[in-house]
């Protein structure tokens, strides 16, 4: 004989749809009881008894946990979607006359057209909301300004130099 977990649809076709209605919908009781298709005459009292109906209980239990344990993939999935964006926005590219690509789109060295170069300031962004979603405070750290030409400058003279 199996333990009743709640996992399994209640029997009662209206018990079910109190069960759903609570959860996904958020009503109260006693407008889940209505909407389940009982009559509002003492819908309160009624959906009352409802809820403290040991089997509605453990199928209430187990859909919020359903739902618990989507949003916790669904947020793993925005963390790792937003630092990939961090990612990409801070990629070094590199410095490209003018002339190498003014009759044709740039391309990366695997043919790809590149539509963005690198923009910092969404990397920043990117891993803000990041830090907001898993809820890391801000604890007054200063992101410095950085001036990507100016350092790729500085990169050429020191080959040259060397």
């Known amino acids: 004989m199996s333990k009743d977990d709640g996992s399994k649809p209640l029997k009662n076709s209206r018990h079910e749809e109190f069960a759903n209605l609570l959860v996904k919908k958020k009503l109260s009781a006693s407008e889940a009881y209505r909407q389940a298709g009982y009559s509002a005459k003492a819908a309160h009292k009624n959906a009352s008894h409802l809820t403290a109906n ?16 989507k949003a916790i993939i669904d947020g793993a ?8 964006i961090a990612d990409d926005c801070s990629k070094k590219v590199e410095v490209l006359k003018y002339e190498d690509f003014k009759s044709s789109p740039m391309k990366d060295v695997d043919g790809n057209q590149i539509v963005r170069a690198n923009d910092p300031n ?3 962004k990117a891993l803000s909301l990041a830090a907001d979603i898993l809820g890391v ?10 001036d990507p030409v100016k350092e790729i400058l500085e990169t050429l003279v020191d080959d040259e130099t060397d």
């Open 54 to 69: 040991a089997g509605i209980q453990k199928r209430i239990e187990f859909l919020k946990s359903k739902i618990a344990e």
């Open 77 to 84: 999935e925005l963390v790792r979607r937003t630092i990939e």
């Open 122 to 124: 969404s990397a920043i």
């Open 137 to 146: 405070k801000k604890t007054g750290v200063v992101i410095e300004e950085r």
